[in-house]
């Protein structure tokens, strides 16, 4: 499976972006799908994810802001972000696993596909 993730780019504090991410040779209805992302100097970080049975999940830091979703007619996740804050600055990375263990859906050991990542840059 391999993921392309895109629609970052630089926003002010408090507007918005949509990231998509689409897998080839694999479906998002057949897989966990996460996001995750890492900031300059600290490690990556679990930000959403969404089960195959459509369950979503998200870090504390961004309840409420942001919103993962899928199409699978378009085959493609998405997460909308929206009030964004300065410390939201980061690369995001789309990453699908099939077999996801219950209850690990924020630990990044446990996708096993891995998109090359998209920068979003919010000014303060």
């Known amino acids: 499976v391999q993921l392309q993730a895109c629609g970052g780019g630089l926003v002010q504090a408090g507007g918005s972006l949509r990231l998509s991410c689409a897998p080839s040779g694999g479906t998002v209805s057949t897989h966990t799908m996460g996001w995750f992302r890492q900031a300059p100097g600290k490690e990556r970080e679990f930000v959403a994810a969404?089960?195959?049975?459509?369950?979503?999940y998200y870090a504390d830091s961004v309840k409420g802001r942001f919103t993962i979703s899928r199409d699978i007619a378009k085959n493609k996740v998405y997460l909308q972000m929206n009030s964004l804050k300065p410390e939201d600055t980061a690369v995001y990375y789309c990453a699908a696993d099939r077999n996801l263990s219950a209850g690990s859906w924020y630990i990044e050991q446990q996708y096993e596909y891995w998109g090359q990542g998209t920068q979003v840059t919010v000014s303060s």
């Open positions: 969404i089960r195959r049975a459509g369950n979503t």
